[in-house]
C-alpha cells in the first residue's frame, strides 16, 4: 500500500503544475489568437484530467482483496490508463474541429516576446514533469505514471511545433501555419493514446510478463527438478503471476515433492523483481513426455 501513496503524491504534484501549465497557454492563446498555442492548452488541460482519472483509478487500485476479489484491485489502475487514452481521443477530435474551421477562416496571431517566453517556460516544465513522472513510474512500477508520462512526452513536442508556429508566423509565413501545426498536435495527441492502448491491453489481455527460457533457466537451477513444461505468466511489472508443471523424481514422496515446489516458489519470487504468486503443478518424471 506504501507504493500506492508514493504514485497519489507525484500525481498530485503533477496535477498543480499541468494546471498551470494549462491556465498559461490558454489564457495566453486566446489573448493572442493562436489556434496551436490554446490546441496545445486544452492538451495540458487534459493532462490535469488525466491526472484526476488516475487519483480515482490509484484509490480503486489499493483495495484490498476481498472475497469477489480474491486477486486484488490492481487491474483498477490499467482501466484508468486506457480512460486516459479514449480522453486523448476526445481531445484531438476538438483541436482537429478547430483547426477546419481556422483553415476556413484563417486568423493571424498577434505575436509577441511575452507568447515565447510563455511557450519555453512551459515547454521546459514539461520536460521536468515528464522526466520526474516517467522516472517515478518504472521506480514505483506504475502504469497510471508511465501512461501519464507518455501523455506529457507527447506535450514536449506540441509545445516545440507551437514554438516553430510563432516563430514561422513571426518571419511572415501566412497564417495558414497556425491551424496545420495544429493537425499535427492532434497527431501527437492520437499516437500517444495508441501507445497508452497498446501497454495497458498489454496487461488486461494477460500478454507474456517474463521470457519463458529465464523461468526455466530458474527452475532447473532448483534441486530437484527434473524438467518443466507449459510455463505461463502474466500480470503488471508490480504483480506477476506465474504458473508451470514440474517434473520430479517418480519416487519422491508428497512431502518432499512440496518442499521442492516451495523452493522453487522462493527462487522465483527473489531472482524476479513483481512476481506475487507462482502456481506449480507437479509430475513424476518421465523421459518419454519430457518437452523441453
Given at each position: 500500500?506504501?507504493?500506492?501513496?508514493?504514485?497519489?503524491?507525484?500525481?498530485?504534484?503533477?496535477?498543480?503544475?499541468?494546471?498551470?501549465?494549462?491556465?498559461?497557454?490558454?489564457?495566453?492563446?486566446?489573448?493572442?489568437?493562436?489556434?496551436?498555442?490554446?490546441?496545445?492548452?486544452?492538451?495540458?488541460?487534459?493532462?490535469?484530467?488525466?491526472?484526476?482519472?488516475?487519483?480515482?483509478?490509484?484509490?480503486?487500485?489499493?483495495?484490498?482483496?476481498?472475497?469477489?476479489?480474491?486477486?486484488?484491485?490492481?487491474?483498477?489502475?490499467?482501466?484508468?490508463?486506457?480512460?486516459?487514452?479514449?480522453?486523448?481521443?476526445?481531445?484531438?477530435?476538438?483541436?482537429?474541429?478547430?483547426?477546419?474551421?481556422?483553415?476556413?477562416?484563417?486568423?493571424?496571431?498577434?505575436?509577441?516576446?511575452?507568447?515565447?517566453i510563455i511557450m519555453?517556460?512551459?515547454?521546459?516544465?514539461?520536460?521536468?514533469?515528464?522526466?520526474?513522472?516517467?522516472?517515478?513510474?518504472?521506480?514505483?512500477?506504475?502504469?497510471?505514471?508511465?501512461?501519464?508520462?507518455?501523455?506529457?512526452?507527447?506535450?514536449?513536442?506540441?509545445?516545440?511545433?507551437?514554438?516553430?508556429?510563432?516563430?514561422?508566423?513571426?518571419?511572415?509565413?501566412?497564417?495558414?501555419?497556425?491551424?496545420?501545426?495544429?493537425?499535427?498536435?492532434?497527431?501527437?495527441?492520437?499516437?500517444?493514446?495508441?501507445?497508452?492502448?497498446?501497454?495497458?491491453?498489454?496487461?488486461?489481455?494477460?500478454?507474456?510478463?517474463?521470457?519463458?527460457?529465464?523461468i526455466r533457466d530458474?527452475?532447473?537451477?532448483?534441486?530437484?527438478?527434473?524438467?518443466?513444461?507449459?510455463?505461463?505468466?502474466?500480470?503488471r511489472e508490480d504483480?506477476?503471476?506465474?504458473?508451470?508443471?514440474?517434473?520430479?523424481?517418480?519416487?519422491?514422496?508428497?512431502?518432499?515433492?512440496?518442499?521442492?515446489?516451495?523452493?522453487?516458489?522462493?527462487?522465483?519470487?527473489?531472482?524476479?523483481?513483481?512476481?506475487?504468486?507462482?502456481?506449480?503443478?507437479?509430475?513424476?518424471?518421465?523421459?518419454?513426455?519430457?518437452?523441453?
Amino acid at each position: 500500500m506504501n507504493s500506492f501513496k508514493k504514485i497519489k503524491n507525484v500525481l498530485i504534484l503533477i496535477l498543480f503544475i499541468n494546471i498551470a501549465v494549462a491556465l498559461a497557454k490558454l489564457l495566453y492563446g486566446l489573448h493572442i489568437k493562436s489556434a496551436s498555442m490554446v490546441a496545445d492548452g486544452f492538451h495540458s488541460l487534459s493532462d490535469s484530467s488525466g491526472n484526476i482519472v488516475g487519483l480515482v483509478g490509484i484509490y480503486l487500485a489499493s483495495k484490498p482483496q476481498d472475497e469477489e476479489h480474491p486477486y486484488g484491485h490492481k487491474k483498477f489502475e490499467t482501466f484508468s490508463s486506457i480512460f486516459i487514452s479514449v480522453m486523448l481521443f476526445v481531445v484531438s477530435y476538438t483541436i482537429l474541429k478547430e483547426a477546419y474551421g481556422r483553415l476556413l477562416n484563417p486568423v493571424e496571431p498577434k505575436i509577441t516576446l511575452d507568447s515565447f517566453i510563455i511557450m519555453i517556460t512551459t515547454l521546459l516544465l514539461n520536460i521536468f514533469v515528464f522526466a520526474y513522472e516517467y522516472r517515478q513510474g518504472v521506480n514505483l512500477k506504475s502504469d497510471i505514471l508511465v501512461s501519464d508520462s507518455l501523455h506529457t512526452k507527447s506535450d514536449i513536442y506540441v509545445s516545440v511545433s507551437v514554438l516553430i508556429t510563432l516563430i514561422a508566423l513571426k518571419l511572415g509565413i501566412p497564417p495558414y501555419i497556425d491551424p496545420l501545426m495544429s493537425i499535427a498536435i492532434s497527431i501527437f495527441i492520437v499516437k500517444a493514446g495508441i501507445e497508452i492502448i497498446k501497454h495497458s491491453s498489454d496487461i488486461l489481455c494477460d500478454r507474456i510478463v517474463i521470457d519463458s527460457e529465464k523461468i526455466r533457466d530458474i527452475a532447473l537451477s532448483v534441486k530437484g527438478v527434473l524438467s518443466c513444461h507449459q510455463i505461463r505468466s502474466r500480470g503488471r511489472e508490480d504483480d506477476i503471476n506465474i504458473d508451470m508443471h514440474i517434473m520430479v523424481d517418480p519416487s519422491e514422496n508428497i512431502k518432499d515433492a512440496h518442499y521442492i515446489a516451495d523452493q522453487l516458489e522462493e527462487k522465483l519470487k527473489k531472482e524476479i523483481p513483481g512476481v506475487t504468486e507462482v502456481i506449480v503443478h507437479i509430475e513424476p518424471y518421465d523421459k518419454n513426455e519430457v518437452t523441453e
